[in-house]
């Protein structure tokens, strides 16, 4: 018998009921929402862990000292001191270094990829320098420290300009993370300069420019606030990066620029307490979660602005 | 008429003369990029030759004869700590993803969750790594102060599992945006109609869009994973030794799984090395056999990824055979 | 109800009479030298012939209309002519495009400043998003010249040209993207003029617009016939018949007929054009 034939009291009731399937279907919604919401509690967690432990770290050291001390001494019995300066210092003249040589270079090859590059050698120039992006920090750390250093930077240096170069220096940390986010910058930047549109491209080419008038006269500025974005999510980055600048710039707080010595930046200060014998509860473990606070925001502030502007610029051109 | 008068055939040539220089800059560019990445990679693999045998995947670490210290350690430490890793994030982040691309409504809420999501992904490791020595480490000193006798196996303190965690936490932003790509690219007409056949909503997500999703979720879960692999500060901060001479659960060859099966149970609660870890220590002592140690942990440790990469590809390619839009 | 093509024309007769008085051959190709010659030209994009041995002349300071239904190659065709189709990838062409007699598909044409001489107008308004001002003085700019004075007449009387300096004289610092859509095609028509161009292609240039803005266009392209070499590509017979003075209708990548715009639509040759114009196909 078919359900046409059915009369009206069999045939199935297109009432909403419960049943095994709908209660199966809720269960699933929910612990999938669950799964989603776990993103949520980790970012609750990072602030609630940070933020209790920053309170306690500020009833013992004030916070005019935290912000006005020049000096960063937390291991020291007698006069322990706790001024975030030079490790802010160390960790700008690192992410500054790396910006300098990252996003020149992370800005031309996201041009020639889009503008230049013909469709084949885009196909495979894009995936190898991602392969930059996958390689591990400390493998970029251990260059900089056995091969940079020694074979490029303190030759030229000491030889050329008679400056003396440490071992540990922060020029050999900047270079690398510089490399390191040259993929974040050039493949951020190509989607946002494809998507300049490409009537805008034609129109300069048929009032008479050359390709680089319209690199850089039109596709350019039109881009040029996602290609701001881009530069501040690669800079957050380079705040962020922890193993190469440890290994590379050693752990020498230190507020100066003089990029040929050693420094340290708060990444690496994280990682020398927790290597280190730093009791859980003392004041040195706590000034841990303070930096690591101050770390969280400075990204957190690069990213959220960097977001914003991604998504009013696409908003210029969907 | 307007005056023609402002471009001379010696302005053009110029103008083109220019043209090919900012090329010629850009091509350069690139392709010193590529250079840097080829020098690494060589200078790697010469400073590291000597090592580069098979003893040195099947040795402990020796601080008396570094000469015949190997890599085991670390291998096998990573092992089990991308092992678990994967078991916790996988059906974590896949479940997050398809809540988000299927299930969400565009409320305030969903909204906050995807900005949420891309804020962790720009979250430094150390910041994780802080996270995690609290939560899983030492469970916020729930359990006593950290590390006295602990009650069964809780806190985790520096084990095998809270690094798996920790990284799971790490990775689980990029997973949860990769796979949400991967569905997103999903036609719509498949899922109307897997629902005009009167399938619920999880039977049209399970048999038609989890499964044409497959390569593209794989490829981000691989890919998220082999940045789990090279993770080093997190796994430093939850206090993960640098130096030890035995592997989770003294699994130390693939024979073990079967005659030591209780070793699977004990591993995820050992002390553990990780192979960035043990290229980190090589690389902060100031003897030159050390270095070249160092160089040779970094190969394999390329290696692995290499071998991790290439699945994705070929997963990618495979499958992309069977499914065609 | 839409005037048929033969009022349109007679109406256009009556109140403009044509400036020139060149006869036509036989094959209703104008006499004298033309602008614009092709010769067997045929485009390919990779495997795929798009225009097949196509040979016409476009007069000087004349509206020629390029008509036929979609996909007949009349944009390829018009693309061809300041070698735009460079561009795209796998694009290959044979035969002789000529502008004044010199080949520009020879190797040592620099295309720049062909695409200086021959100007264009795309179908869909594309403004850079930069200020009115800064839009109409791209061009000068990008050839050197940064004197503001000289940037500033050029800017007035391209504007003024295109029938858009009343509207828009009191804000040139406004950005470009906050003209209406009308006001933002004449705004390109101005830029291209900038460049101080022999010839202009315009690609269906009123296709987005609404009919008022689509009037005021074709009064300027009527009023520019004076001074320019203008080839226009549209796909509404309409509008050939008004603005246009001679005609090439195109199908399936081949040019079928060209002649005098009131002779191809009253008294077209081949039974193609008549079946298109008399609405049949297309």
């Not at chain 1, 490399?179 to 910058?185: A, E, K, R, Y």
Request: charged share 15%; proline share 5%.
């Amino acid at each position: 018998m078919t359900s046409a034939t059915l009369s009206a009291a069999e045939r199935p009731s297109l009432q909403k009921r419960w049943s095994l399937t709908t209660l199966k279907e809720q269960c699933i919604r929910l612990v999938l929402f669950c799964c989603a919401l776990l993103s949520v509690a980790t970012t609750a967690g990072i602030i609630l862990v940070l933020f209790s432990e920053t309170v306690l770290f500020f009833s013992q050291v004030s916070v005019f000292s935290f912000f006005g001390d020049t000096v960063w001494q937390p291991q020291s019995q007698d006069n322990p001191r706790f001024g975030i300066w030079p490790l802010a210092c160390g960790t700008f003249l690192v992410a500054g270094i790396a910006g300098l040589i990252g996003m020149p270079l992370g800005l031309l090859s996201a041009l020639y990829l889009s503008e230049y590059a013909s469709e084949r050698s885009r196909s495979y120039l894009k995936p190898t320098l991602e392969v930059l992006a996958g390689i591990p920090s400390i493998v970029y750390g251990y260059f900089a420290l056995v091969f940079l250093t020694p074979y490029v930077l303190q030759p030229i240096f000491e030889n050329v300009f008679g400056i003396e170069v440490g071992g540990f220096n922060v020029l050999s940390a900047g270079i690398v993370v510089g490399i390191m986010i040259v993929p974040t910058i050039s493949s951020l930047s190509e989607d946002v300069l494809r998507s300049v549109p490409r009537g805008l491209r034609e129109a300069g080419l048929a009032l008479g420019s050359t390709k680089f008038d319209v690199s850089v006269r039109i596709v350019l500025p039109a881009a040029l606030s996602g290609i701001m974005a881009a530069f501040l999510l690669a800079l957050s980055r380079a705040v962020g990066e922890t193993m190469a600048v440890t290994i590379a710039a050693g752990s020498q707080p230190d507020l100066s620029l003089n990029v040929f010595r050693s420094i340290e930046t708060m990444t690496a200060y994280i990682v020398m307490v927790s290597l280190g014998e730093a009791s859980v509860g003392s004041i040195e473990y706590r000034s841990l979660y303070v930096v690591a606070m101050s770390l969280f925001l400075i990204t957190l502030a690069m990213n959220i602005v960097a977001r914003f502007i991604l998504r009013r610029y696409r908003n210029v051109y969907q | 008429m307007n005056e023609t008068a402002f471009s001379t055939d010696s302005q053009l040539a110029a103008r083109h003369r220019w043209g090919r220089m900012f090329e010629w800059a850009c091509a350069i560019a690139t392709w010193m990029c590529l250079v840097i990445l080829a020098i690494m990679l060589i200078g790697v693999v010469i400073k590291g030759w000597p090592h580069l045998n098979f003893a040195f995947l099947t040795h402990f670490d020796s601080q008396i004869e570094p000469e015949t210290a190997g890599i085991k350690a670390g291998l096998w430490g990573s092992f089990w700590l991308i092992a678990l890793t994967a078991l916790f994030s996988i059906p974590v982040g896949i479940g997050a993803a398809v809540y988000l691309e299927e299930y969400a409504k565009p409320n305030w809420l969903t909204r906050l969750i995807q900005l949420n999501i891309l804020n962790l992904a720009g979250v430094p490791s150390v910041v994780y790594g802080i996270l995690g020595v609290t939560v899983f480490g030492h469970m916020f000193g729930l359990f006593g102060d950290w590390p006295r006798e602990p009650v069964w196996h809780l806190p985790f303190g520096d084990k095998v599992l809270t690094g798996a965690l920790t990284l799971s936490l790490l990775i689980l932003p990029v997973v949860i945006i990769s796979t949400q790509e991967a569905l997103r690219s999903i036609p719509a007409s498949l899922r109307h109609s897997s629902l005009a056949l009167g399938a619920t909503q999880w039977q049209t997500i399970r048999y038609q869009v989890l499964p044409a999703s497959l390569p593209g979720i794989l490829t981000g879960i691989i890919l998220a994973l082999s940045r789990a692999v090279g993770e080093s500060a997190p796994l430093i901060m939850i206090g993960a030794l640098t130096y030890v001479s035995s592997t989770p659960g003294n699994i130390g060859s693939v024979s073990d799984f079967f005659t030591k099966p209780h070793g699977i149970v004990e591993a995820p609660f050992d002390r553990f090395t990780a192979m960035p870890l043990v290229i980190y220590n090589w690389a902060s002592q100031p003897d030159d056999i050390y270095q070249s140690l160092s160089a040779a942990g970094i190969v394999v440790l390329l290696l692995v990824l290499l071998l991790m990469n290439t699945t994705a590809v070929v997963v990618r390619q495979r499958f992309q055979n069977w499914i065609r839009w | 109800m839409l005037p048929s093509l033969s009022q349109v024309i007679a109406e256009k007769k009556a109140g403009q009479p044509p400036t020139h008085s060149q006869g036509s051959t036989a094959h209703g190709t104008p006499m004298g030298m033309p602008k614009i010659e092709t010769r067997n030209l045929n485009f390919f994009y990779g495997e795929r012939q798009a225009l097949f041995d196509i040979s016409i002349q476009v007069p000087q300071r004349n509206v020629t209309a390029l008509i036929g239904p979609s996909g007949c190659g009349k944009s390829t065709f018009l693309r061809t002519l300041n070698r735009m189709n460079d561009i795209v990838d796998g694009a290959r062409i044979e035969g002789s495009v000529q502008l004044d007699g010199t080949d520009i598909y020879r190797p040592n044409i620099d295309v720049v400043s062909l695409r200086k001489r021959v100007g264009m107008v795309f179908q869909k308004s594309n403004p850079f998003p930069k200020s009115v001002f800064d839009n109409v003085a791209f061009g000068p700019r990008i050839a050197g010249l940064t004197d503001r004075k000289k940037l500033g007449e050029i800017v007035e009387s391209c504007l003024k040209r295109a029938a858009l300096w009343e509207e828009v004289s009191h804000r040139l610092k406004d950005s470009a993207l906050a003209l209406s859509g009308g006001q933002q095609q004449r705004l390109c028509i101005a830029r291209a003029l900038a460049t101080d161009p022999e010839v202009l292609l315009m690609d269906e240039p009123a296709s987005a617009l609404d009919p008022a803005s689509t009037a005021r266009v074709e009064d300027l392209i009527f009023e520019l016939r004076r001074n320019y070499t203008i080839v226009i590509v549209t796909h509404n017979m309409q509008q050939a018949a008004r603005v246009s003075e001679y005609t090439a209708f195109f199908f399936q990548g081949k040019l079928i007929e060209m002649d005098r715009t009131d002779q191809l639509f009253t008294k077209p040759k081949q039974k193609e054009t008549e079946d298109y114009i008399t609405g049949r196909f297309g």
